[in-house]
């Protein structure tokens, strides 16, 4: 499975920006979905996730309200809608995919077995 991520740039505080996550080699309707983002000296840190069947979404508890995980089959990829962004938001986003056999959505690095490349997210105050 191949993730290609995109849709990064820079943006002022309280923009808004959506990040796309094309998926090749597999089907993100099979997969449990996540991004994460990792900011310099930092740890990387669960965002959002989506299960593959339901269509259920969780989300990093500082994040919710502001962070939408979406799927969209048909283009085989998975979005993540930024608003009200904030300069602490700054950080390299990656997209990730749990194959089977899994449970629950994972919200830690080990729950995933692919990733993409990441995409620079910058928040100017």
């Known amino acids: 499975v191949q993730l290609q991520a995109s849709g990064g740039g820079l943006v002022q505080a309280g923009g808004s920006l959506r990040l796309s996550c094309a998926a090749s080699?597999?089907?993100?309707?099979?997969?449990?979905m996540g991004w994460f983002r990792q900011a310099p000296g930092q740890e990387r840190d669960f965002v959002a996730g989506?299960?593959?069947?339901?269509?259920?979404?969780y989300y990093a508890e500082s994040l919710k309200g502001r962070f939408t995980i979406s799927r969209d089959n048909p283009r085989n990829t998975v979005y993540l809608q930024m608003n009200s962004l904030k300069p602490e938001d700054t950080a390299v986003y990656y997209c990730?995919?749990?194959?089977?056999?899994?449970?629950?959505?994972?919200?830690?690095?080990?729950?995933?077995?692919?990733w993409g490349q990441g995409t620079q997210v910058t928040v100017s105050s």
């Open positions: 990730a995919a749990d194959t089977p056999p899994y449970s629950r959505v994972g919200d830690t690095t080990t729950a995933y077995d692919y």
């Open positions: 080699g597999g089907t993100v309707s099979s997969y449990n």
């Open positions: 989506i299960r593959w069947s339901p269509n259920v979404s």
